[in-house]
C-alpha cells in the first residue's frame, strides 16, 4: 500500500492503481466516464477525470495516472473544474437530454456530474449540437440512440473483456462518430449476443437497449 494526500489528507491506495479508483475507493468523487471498473485500462477518452498534483504544470488524467508513494493531489481546483465543466457541457451539446423518458433517470453519470460541478444538464439551443442518426451496421438485436450516446465505449471494452474480441467498434470520426457493429458471421460456437448484453447492461446513458422483439435475427 503506499500512502499519498488528496485535498490535504492522507489516504492508504494499493500502489499501481490509478489515482482515480484510490480516490473513488476513498470516497472522494472526481467527474469521470470512460473509466470502467475491472475492465482493463481506461482510453482516458472523455478528459472529465483531471487532477492537479503537487510538481505536474498542468492537470492530468487521474484515470491513466498511477498512485505512487507520496503522491499530492488536488480535486477541486479552478483549473480542474474549469477543463471539467468544458468537457461537460461539450458532452452535453451531442446529447439529448430527455431525462423523463429516459431508463437511466437518477442513476446517470451525466445527472451526478451536471449537478456536481453545476453545469446545466439541459444546454441552451444555440449550444445544442443535432446529430445525424445513422444506426448500427448490424442493428437487428439492438437500437442505438446516437443523439444520446456520449462516445464513453464502454460498451466496445465490456464486450471486448467479455467475447475476447470485440464485436462493436466506433465508426466515422468527429461529430459523425457512432459505435457501429462488425459483421458476425465469424463468432465462435456458443457466442450469441442474445446471452451476453453487457453492452446493453453497460452503457451509462441507455443509448444502446435490447430489442427483444428481435427474435428471428440470425446472431
Ligand atoms: S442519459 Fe441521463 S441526462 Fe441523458 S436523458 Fe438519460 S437520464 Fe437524462
Ligand atoms: S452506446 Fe453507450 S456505452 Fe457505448 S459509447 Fe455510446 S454511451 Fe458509451
Ligand atoms: S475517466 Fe479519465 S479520461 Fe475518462
Same mark, same amino acid.
Given at each position: 500500500?503506499?500512502? /499519498?494526500?488528496?485535498?490535504?489528507? /492522507?489516504?492508504?491506495?494499493?500502489?499501481?492503481?490509478?489515482?482515480?479508483?484510490?480516490?473513488? @475507493?476513498?470516497?472522494?468523487?472526481?467527474?469521470? %466516464?470512460?473509466?470502467?471498473?475491472?475492465?482493463?485500462?481506461?482510453?482516458?477518452?472523455?478528459?472529465?477525470?483531471?487532477?492537479?498534483?503537487?510538481?505536474?504544470?498542468?492537470?492530468?488524467?487521474?484515470?491513466?495516472?498511477?498512485?505512487?508513494?507520496?503522491?499530492?493531489?488536488?480535486?477541486?481546483?479552478?483549473?480542474?473544474?474549469? %477543463? @471539467?465543466?468544458?468537457?461537460?457541457?461539450?458532452?452535453?451539446?451531442?446529447?439529448?437530454?430527455?431525462?423523463?423518458?429516459?431508463?437511466?433517470?437518477?442513476?446517470?453519470?451525466?445527472?451526478?456530474?451536471?449537478?456536481? %460541478?453545476?453545469?446545466?444538464?439541459?444546454?441552451?439551443?444555440?449550444?445544442?449540437?443535432?446529430?445525424?442518426?445513422?444506426?448500427?451496421? !448490424?442493428?437487428?438485436?439492438?437500437?442505438?440512440?446516437?443523439?444520446?450516446?456520449?462516445?464513453?465505449?464502454?460498451?466496445?471494452?465490456?464486450?471486448?473483456?467479455?467475447?475476447?474480441?470485440?464485436?462493436?467498434?466506433?465508426?466515422?470520426?468527429?461529430?459523425?462518430?457512432?459505435?457501429?457493429?462488425?459483421?458476425?458471421? !465469424?463468432?465462435?460456437?456458443?457466442?450469441?449476443?442474445? %446471452?451476453?448484453?453487457?453492452?446493453? !447492461?453497460?452503457?451509462?446513458?441507455?443509448?444502446?437497449?435490447?430489442?427483444?422483439?428481435?427474435?428471428?435475427?440470425?446472431?
Amino acid at each position: 500500500m503506499a500512502r /499519498i494526500t488528496v485535498d490535504g489528507k /492522507i489516504i492508504e491506495a494499493q500502489e499501481g492503481a490509478s489515482v482515480l479508483q484510490a480516490c473513488l @475507493q476513498n470516497g472522494i468523487y472526481i467527474p469521470h %466516464l470512460c473509466h470502467l471498473e475491472g475492465v482493463g485500462d481506461p482510453p482516458a477518452s472523455c478528459r472529465l477525470c483531471f487532477v492537479e498534483i503537487n510538481g505536474k504544470k498542468k492537470p492530468v488524467a487521474s484515470c491513466n495516472t498511477p498512485v505512487v508513494e507520496g503522491l499530492e493531489i488536488w480535486t477541486d481546483g479552478e483549473a480542474v473544474r474549469r %477543463l @471539467q465543466r468544458t468537457g461537460l457541457r461539450l458532452l452535453l451539446s451531442v446529447h439529448k437530454v430527455e431525462c423523463k423518458v429516459c431508463p437511466s433517470n437518477r442513476k446517470c453519470p451525466l445527472q451526478d456530474m451536471a449537478r456536481f %460541478l453545476g453545469v446545466r444538464l439541459k444546454p441552451r439551443r444555440f449550444q445544442h449540437i443535432h446529430r445525424p442518426r445513422p444506426r448500427l451496421a !448490424d442493428s437487428g438485436l439492438f437500437d442505438y440512440r446516437p443523439d444520446r450516446c456520449v462516445l464513453c465505449g464502454q460498451c466496445i471494452r465490456v464486450c471486448e473483456e467479455r467475447n475476447r474480441l470485440p464485436l462493436l467498434t466506433f465508426a466515422m470520426r468527429g461529430f459523425d462518430t457512432v459505435v457501429a457493429s462488425f459483421p458476425r458471421e !465469424d463468432l465462435e460456437p456458443g457466442m450469441d449476443c442474445r %446471452l451476453c448484453l453487457a453492452c446493453v !447492461d453497460t452503457c451509462p446513458v441507455s443509448a444502446l437497449s435490447f430489442r427483444p422483439d428481435r427474435k428471428d435475427v440470425p446472431r
